[in-house]
């Protein structure tokens, strides 16, 4: 199996996320700036809510992603209100054809004075055990 991790973060919560779960497949996490070049099977995929919905960055990344380079879409992320990106996330992979995993993680993240210190150490190793499934 061959994986990439890519990641968006304004605060540093998906960065740090993005960096477990790439140490735990053995790959580097890398921003959503660098794009996938070479086949993989796995892209594990780190974003979060702003505003309510995933930034216009995420969506022009998965919009510009080549379905011959990407066998599926892992994604993950923090937030401190709302939960899950997935619906909004798969909504764009579906316009370029790449499935998404049904599979996510996700964890509260830090913002102003909610969830002070996440992702925490325990969140850390929960991602890296959520992304040993897949190796």
Known sequence: ????????????????????????????????????TEHVDWL??????YAFTIDPEVKAFVSSLDKSKVGKIVNFGSAAMLNSTYKKVKAVADKVGIPMDEKEFHCKGEFKAFHKGRPNEEDLRAAAEFARQYR
């Not at 594990?44 to 809510?49: D, E, K, P, R």
């Open 44 to 49: 594990f995929l780190g974003n979060s809510y």
């Open 1 to 36: 199996m061959t994986f990439a991790v890519r990641y968006y973060t304004k605060t540093g919560n998906t960065k740090r996320l993005a960096e477990a779960i790439a140490k735990e497949l053995g790959v580097q996490a890398l921003p959503i700036s660098e794009p996938i």
